[in-house]
């Protein structure tokens, strides 16, 4: 049967690491529905060939949940004993997050500390809690977002993590890993809740940046998803059970399988079929300059039309200057459209604060999704480098400077990305689809090139 065979794993140069991302399987329960969901999810993480080399699992393993400390320590017993007895733990190591359905008191967290016996090197009452592991040139850092002694859910201290990542600064890679996200995901947002408190998100991030972190991995939010900030990934996986309350069409049970070397970190996530639903090379690999092809202003032909799918790049590098005084209106720099209809993909500026926008058309009769980039200052001069990445989700429409900053994702409240555009057949620059007079820039020196 085609469920049996086996499934080829990415493999890293010499060297590298390679592993298994998922998280959110809220079992621990003999019969129970999440029983089925999490076995659908090991039984294709057991089809890989190769066996990864370790297991990362941020958090939400069981329902927990109760003040019954006996009930609690009976899952957990059954998660290991019964749902994940097929793994050898001695030779496939699986390191851990807390989550909200496993420490949410004090009792919960020192059934955590006393059932997983993970290592106790974190800070001061968290040990246990939150950790750190290094892999030869490998960092792992384990952070506790919900920590009682803090607060509870959403809250999260970052004075030990900065000091763990600068006394690992040797550390080739480095990884940290929490339960909750800090940016939303899927438009799920709230602080504390859906993710760490909003008072400590901007120190985190800059931690995380300051010290060269590759990836934020963490769960919560039932969905697979992927954005960048700062050049910093947030990666969410949580797709190890929970099926029942996923957005129907747009997410899946899955697994992470991924590897990492010195020029990349690329993954696949896999389904319940074994199929690879989606996958990703990070840093992307960009357009050589024989590529790039200059744009002139006004309407013109499509240089290409059809599907963008999940393997394509499409590159833009606009540059120019500012009106001296703001516009509020909608200021078109590049809109993607056909013969009816609203323009399925649109660039431009948008409202008081002039700030870079994009707008994708979805299914006729539905309202489309936007994307939410940096404001341009009036009179000032901008250059800036556009990715539109096909196999990125929502996080897929990310900007940088002048081709040499760090990348990072447009906000949006999307459950969908660029992987269902298909590209129409008539462009245009400076302006939009009617005409010089609709939405027209108001700026000067406008130069568009696009690469794809």
């Known amino acids: 049967m085609a469920d049996t065979f086996p499934i080829k794993a990415l493999l890293p140069k010499s060297g590298g690491h390679q592993f298994v991302l998922y998280g959110d399987s809220c079992s621990g329960v003999a019969d129970a529905l999440h029983e089925r969901t999490i076995a659908s999810v090991n039984a294709v993480l ?3 060939e190769p066996q990864p080399q370790f297991i990362l699992f941020p958090g939400d393993e069981i329902i927990g949940l109760t003040t019954d400390e006996a009930s609690l320590r009976a899952q957990w017993r059954h998660w290991f004993d019964v749902e994940m007895a097929w793994l050898d733990r001695a030779s496939i190591p699986m390191w851990h997050t807390t989550g909200n359905h496993t420490t949410y008191d004090e009792m919960s967290e020192a059934v955590f500390r006393d059932v997983l016996g993970l290592p106790a090197n974190g800070p001061a009452g968290q040990e246990g809690l939150a950790y750190w592991v290094r892999r030869g040139d490998l960092l792992m850092v384990f952070v506790h977002t919900l920590w009682s002694g803090l607060g509870g859910e959403g809250h999260v201290e970052t004075e030990w993590l900065e000091a763990t990542l600068k006394d690992h600064a040797d550390a080739r890679y480095k990884l940290v890993l929490g339960h909750h996200p800090v940016f939303p995901v899927n438009g799920y947002a709230g602080t504390y809740q859906r993710e760490i408190g909003h008072e400590y998100a901007e120190r985190f991030w800059d931690i995380l940046v300051e010290a060269g972190v590759l990836a934020y991995c963490c769960s919560h939010i039932l969905a697979f998803d992927v954005q960048v900030h700062r050049g910093v990934l947030q990666i969410c996986t949580a797709g190890a059970g929970t099926a029942h309350r996923m957005p129907e069409g747009v997410e899946y049970l899955h697994c992470i399988q991924a590897a990492l070397d010195e020029e990349r970190l690329c993954y696949q996530v896999l389904d319940t079929e074994g199929i690879a639903r989606e996958s990703l090379q990070w840093p992307p690999v960009l357009a050589r300059e024989d590529r790039w092809l200059s744009l002139p202003h006004g309407v013109g032909d499509a240089l290409w ?19 001296s005084d703001a516009r509020t209106p909608p200021q078109t720099i590049f809109s993607a459209f056909g013969d009816e209809g609203l323009a399925p993909l649109w660039l431009g500026l948008r409202g008081r604060r002039q700030q870079l926008t994009l707008i994708l058309g979805r299914d006729p009769g539905r309202s489309p999704y936007y994307f939410f980039g940096p404001d341009l200052p009036p009179g000032e001069d901008f250059d800036l480098h556009i990715l539109l990445h096909g196999g990125m989700g929502p996080g897929g429409v ?15 409240i999307a459950s969908a990305g660029l992987e269902r555009l298909v590209w129409p057949s008539c462009w245009s620059v400076g302006h939009g689809q009617k005409g010089k007079r609709d939405r027209p820039l108001m700026g000067e020196s406008l130069r568009l090139s696009i690469a794809g």
Do not use: F, H, K, Q
């Open 305 to 323: 039309t059809g599907p963008m799918g999940a393997d394509r790049i499409i590159e833009l590098r606009l540059s120019g200057r500012m009106a």
């Open 46 to 48: 057991r089809r890989l």
């Open 398 to 412: 990310l900007w940088r400077c002048d081709g040499s900053g760090a990348w990072s994702s447009l906000e949006a």
